[in-house]
C-alpha cells in the first residue's frame, strides 16, 4: 500500500472518526472502502467512448473521390494554407 496524506474539514474527519468506531475498523480503511466505491461510478466508460468513435466512421464527406490516392497530397496543402502559402508542389503521387 502506498501512505499518502489527506486534508480533512473538521467535519469530515469527525464523520470519518465516527464510522470507524461504529464499524471497528481503521479510519484508512473507511477511506479505502469509500473509494472502492465511488471510483467504478467515476471511471470512464472506455467500450461506449469505442463505440462512439467507431459510429463516425463514414459519417462525413469530403466531397474528393481521390482523397485515399492523394490523403499525403490534400494534407500538405491543407498545412500549407493554414500557414498562407497555396503552393504544395508536385505530389509523389502525381509522379
Known amino acids: 500500500m502506498v501512505r499518502m496524506q489527506v486534508q480533512l474539514t473538521d467535519e469530515q474527519l469527525s464523520g470519518l472518526r465516527d464510522v470507524a468506531i461504529r464499524e471497528g475498523v481503521s479510519q484508512a480503511e473507511v477511506v479505502r472502502r469509500a473509494l472502492d466505491q465511488y471510483l467504478p461510478r467515476h471511471a470512464p466508460d472506455r467500450a461506449a467512448a469505442r463505440l462512439r468513435a467507431l459510429s463516425l466512421i ?35 503521387s502525381e509522379s
Do not use: Q
Not at 459519417?59 to 498545412?79: P, V
Open 58 to 92: 463514414g459519417a462525413f464527406d469530403s466531397g474528393l473521390s481521390d482523397i485515399s490516392e492523394r490523403h499525403d497530397a490534400y494534407y500538405a496543402e491543407a498545412i500549407l494554407a493554414g500557414k498562407g502559402m497555396t503552393d504544395p508542389g508536385p505530389s509523389s
